[in-house]
């Protein structure tokens, strides 16, 4: 049964179904929306730069006490490597 079968047929065959096809693959649509995402680097930059006014107050307090040496202990050391592995900072 195979033997009968016409290989110019087949292909005849094959090249009629393909250009009936749509090729929606090779059109473009010129239209369609874009879903990339835009980012201004240079706001945010600008906004992780500014500090709040509220912290203005424990920022200065944290560059006294790194200053004064007194967070430089075993125990802080210790604490800080704990919370280092608790919370992944």
């Known amino acids: 049964m195979i033997g009968k079968i016409d290989k110019t047929h087949i292909s005849e065959l094959m090249a009629e179904l393909t250009s009936k096809q749509p090729r929606s693959a090779d059109k473009t649509d010129k239209n369609s929306l874009d879903a990339s995402v835009q980012i201004d ?7 992780a730069t500014e500090i709040p006014e509220s912290n203005i107050d424990k920022i200065e307090t944290a560059r006294q006490l790194i ?3 007194l967070l430089e202990s075993a125990e802080n050391y210790k604490q800080a490597a704990n919370n280092m592995l608790v919370f992944g900072i």
């Open 41 to 47: 680097y240079a706001s945010l930059i600008k906004k």
């Open 67 to 69: 200053n004064s040496g």
